[in-house]
């Protein structure tokens, strides 16, 4: 599969988590929906082109996650006026959100001839010449980001047995105790298919756990990300 890596950093991050409303919490990673969004709005895509695509996009692309710093969050508090409304109708409303948000993404391409690699490398295109259509955010428009690409490079088959990774494992992957023990870990439960009316399928719910600036070993499937670059090369678990 072809694919490329890249970093994602920025002040403030808010991807909401769909169980919680009145005052949203967030995920602790991108969901691969926000990403693919990400994509879209960085390559022109128009909105109504993407929704109609989006779900096999989530099908066609596949990521992985890697944490290379330690994740801090605040509760951010606003006022909510209506647009018509008596100046005195207003309520407070609150939201958490991810201070000084760092991720380095895999992206990989599962299907070629499909909206999914015209995406997939308009986006690179653009990464590489550091155009952005429409500005990217992490999850709200007042959450811009920086994008930087890493490499390029292609996923290879997919194995099975112990690996050493700083990427995301799923919750079902076996730790090594003895690589856990002094690793500050954080769990998840990403969406990673959203319909065309960008609502999250209950069922494409995928539970992670990753390692926090570190690595540790487990044991499952995974896949090995080769960078064009010499001597880059390093295990991942694709969702």
Same mark, same amino acid.
Request: proline share 6%; with cysteine; charged share 20%.
């Given at each position: ?23 949203? @919490? ?5 969901? *691969? ?16 082109? @993407? ?13 992985? %996650? ?23 109708? *207003? ?38 010449? #550091? ?6 955010? @992490?999850? @709200? ?18 194995? #099975? ?8 494992? /799923?919750?079902?992957? *076996?730790?090594?105790?003895?690589? %856990? ?16 009316? /960008? ?12 390692? %926090? ?5 487990? #044991? ?11 001597? %880059?090369?390093?295990?991942?678990? /694709?969702?």
């Amino acid at each position: 599969m072809k694919a490329f890596r890249m970093k994602i950093s920025g002040q403030w991050a808010h991807f909401r988590r769909t169980e919680t409303n009145n005052q949203p @919490l967030t995920h602790n990673i991108i969901p *691969k929906t926000a990403l693919i969004g990400l994509m879209g709005a960085v390559s022109g895509w128009e909105r109504a082109k @993407l929704r109609k695509a989006f779900p096999q996009l989530c099908q066609d692309i596949a990521y992985s %996650v890697k944490v290379p710093a330690p994740l801090s969050k605040m509760s951010f508090g606003f006022t909510a006026r209506p647009s018509i409304s008596d100046v005195y109708d *207003k309520s407070r409303k609150t939201m958490e959100i991810i201070r000084n948000p760092q991720y380095e993404v895999i992206v990989a391409l599962r299907q070629t001839g499909s909206d999914a690699e015209a995406l997939f490398s308009n986006f690179v295109n653009c990464l590489k010449s #550091e155009e952005q259509y429409y500005p990217a955010v @992490l999850g @709200l428009h007042n959450c811009p980001c920086n994008l930087e690409l890493l490499d390029e490079g292609e996923v290879l088959q997919e194995n #099975e047995g112990e690996f050493d990774t700083s990427y995301f494992v /799923l919750s079902s992957h *076996k730790p090594r105790m003895d690589t %856990v023990q002094e690793v500050v870990l954080g769990f998840d439960k990403i969406p990673t298919i959203q319909n065309s009316r /960008l609502r999250n399928l209950p069922d494409s719910y995928v539970p992670v756990v990753f390692p %926090v600036n570190a690595s540790i070993k487990v #044991e499952g499937k995974y896949n090995q990300y080769r960078s064009n670059r010499q001597n %880059v090369s390093f295990a991942c678990v /694709l969702v």
